[in-house]
């Protein structure tokens, strides 16, 4: 099939400015089934590599704007990328033609050992120089620019020199990156390290922004009270809404993707929550006196 | 080696480490380094747990939800992924539960985690078509001797040595009260199977195999031509055993010509 035919037939590469789910197995089945009002989807790659999985996202691409937000190419890790799993990255890259591709500013990975979480990093020269080469060799191999997402972190490194906003800056700056901005991730950061959200909102390159995410987070107990925990098992905070409505004013209308990776509620919960999204989209939109396409 | 590098061995080594005290750069605050730290390590020990429980459903009800987090977390420690497609993490499970001294008194445990891995991997094999039986009608009559078939790629053999496929049909059996009655009759100390496990277009099938027709699929699957495969078969037996695994979709190719790289074995 002409490439061009086969762009026509799907829906559309381009992620929009509008509101989108996170998709995951339980709802795979009824997504299909209904087919939600949602103006497009993101998946966590990893889980999407092969096997029945892949058909499933192949047949939501074929009406969908798809994004890929990969999980596990640890973008920090000092060791390099793992090729091969870059490698099956490019290949799916390939297969989906996503609008956006995606990742974290974190590692996760060190001596071939792969630990499946967001881990945190010390934020120096060091650091920027490891994670700039990682992105460099990611957006070589995936013919493409990525956007990186600013993480939630429960610790900070006492040799840290560069405030995270202006290192994720510097990695635009420097790489030609984009970025996601979790409006979840820095109310929960901000949170756990007495940081000012809106300050930090305010020193992100907000052209360089393609995308918000906003997910539900959950208090810490025990010995960890006082912290927030980024669980993505509920849902969005109405001061994390308000932190989105903020981001709005700062940065403008990007594609806003609503999470939920524990404690999947029915899928139709998590499309009224999309719609709260879509909403505060449509009245910033309104308010800034531009017409949006239908 | 860089410092970078240095402090994520350090941290990695941490996480994996049952009160370990928290790398010296940390910083505390009002809340603790090691309760920051700990964290994390929740959050690894709990993410790899889910892959685990996600796995090995029969094997958690067997053991119930305790005894399985704590042995999954041990397993953790010991093994964690070698990379960050978690389809593939888990495979040495089994031989974990083999040496697992808290489960000695369940000597089934290891059969059971080996045909649970297998379904997995049928589960999340790529999508590939099957051979079909009149393949072979392709093959001039002269070259069928030498003949190799490529394993489908959600196939699975396994020569299980107790009565794991009995244990785990009842014990993934939803309905409580039939759950124990057929838990309550089976012979744990009945003779083991020969299994194929295989990806179905819904749900993977778990058939049973004659040891001839183990010994076959595993021949074959191994790379061996159609002669050598069949060489320890009975002639009259021959036709219909290849029939019967090329019906139930075992291969997903065949080569006519001598290969120079003869499939890895997929025995699981």
Redesign the interface.
């Known amino acids: 099939m002409a490439g061009a035919d086969r762009a026509a037939r799907r829906g559309d590469g381009p992620i929009p400015a509008s509101a989108g789910i996170g998709l995951r197995f339980p709802h795979h089945a009824a997504f299909l089934q209904t087919r939600p009002a949602v103006g497009w989807v993101e998946v966590h790659s ?1 889980n999407y ?7 499933v996202l192949e047949a939501v691409r074929a009406t969908y704007p798809v994004s890929l937000h ?5 973008l920090g ?3 390099g990328l ?1 090729r ?2 870059l490698a ?1 990255l490019a290949e799916l890259t390939v297969r989906i033609e996503p609008g956006l591709v995606s990742e974290h500013l974190a ?11 967001l ?4 934020l ?1 020269e ?2 920027m120089a ?1 994670v700039c080469r990682n992105i460099a060799q990611a957006q070589d191999a995936l013919g493409r620019s990525i956007l990186v997402e600013n993480p939630s972190t ?6 840290s020199t560069i405030p995270e906003s202006e290192f994720l800056a510097a990695l635009v700056a420097r790489t030609g990156c984009g970025l996601i901005c979790d409006v979840n991730n820095i109310f929960v950061s901000a949170n756990n ?2 940081w000012d959200p809106e300050a930090y909102l305010a020193a992100l390159p907000a052209a360089a922004i393609g995308e918000f995410h906003l997910a539900g987070h959950s208090a ?1 107990g ?6 927030l ?1 980024d669980t993505h098992d509920r849902a969005v905070a109405p001061a994390v809404w308000s932190l989105f409505e903020t981001a709005l004013r700062l940065i403008g209308p990007r594609p806003t993707l609503i999470e939920w990776d524990a404690a999947i509620p029915a899928l139709p919960v998590l499309t009224a929550e999309s719609a709260g999204a879509e909403r505060r989209l449509t009245r910033y939109t309104a308010e800034a006196g531009d017409v949006r396409a239908a | 080696m ?4 240095e ?3 350090r ?2 080594a941490t ?2 480490a049952v009160d370990a005290a928290p790398p ?4 505390g ?12 390590r929740n ?2 020990i709990g ?2 747990t889910g ?1 685990l429980r996600l796995t090995y459903p029969a094997i958690e009800r067997l053991v119930g939800a305790d005894f399985f987090a704590a042995a999954a977390a041990r397993f953790i420690v010991a093994a ?8 593939e993490y888990g495979g040495d499970f089994s031989d974990f539960l083999t040496e697992f001294e808290p489960a000695n008194g369940l000597a089934y445990l290891p059969d059971v985690a080996r045909l649970e891995w297998a379904v997995n991997r049928a ?5 590939a078509p099957t051979l079909a039986a009149e393949a072979l009608l392709d093959v001039p009559a002269e070259q069928q001797a030498d003949v190799r078939f490529v394993a489908h790629p959600s196939l699975s053999l396994l020569a299980l040595t107790h009565p794991a496929r009995t244990i785990w049909e009842a014990v993934l059996t939803e309905d409580a009260d039939v759950r124990a009655t057929r838990l309550a009759a089976i012979d744990l100390a009945a003779p083991g199977e020969h299994l194929a496990v295989l990806g179905g277009n819904d749900a993977p099938q778990v058939l049973r195999l004659s040891p001839a027709a183990f010994g076959l699929a595993r021949a074959l699957g191994d790379g061996q031509s159609l002669a050598e495969a069949l060489d320890p078969v009975a002639p009259e037996k021959a036709a219909s055993l290849l029939s019967l695994l090329l019906t139930q979709g075992f291969f997903g190719e065949v080569r006519a010509a001598v290969d120079q790289h003869p499939p890895e074995r997929q025995e699981g």
């Open positions: 990893e590599l092969s096997g029945p999985a892949l058909a990969s999980v596990g190419l640890s890790g000092a060791a793992d091969r799993h099956r590692w996760g990975a060190v001596d071939h050992a792969f630990l499946a979480d881990l945190p990093l010390p120096t060091e650091s490891v429960y610790l900070q490194f006492r040799h390290h007495g810490a025990g010995d960890a009270t006082g912290l925990l | 860089s410092a970078l590098l402090l994520q061995r941290f990695g996480l994996l010296p750069e940390v910083l605050g009002c809340v603790a380094p090691a309760a920051r730290v700990g964290i994390y959050n690894v993410n790899l892959v964690p992924p070698a990379g960050a497609d978690l389809y589960l999340h094999a790529p999508v």
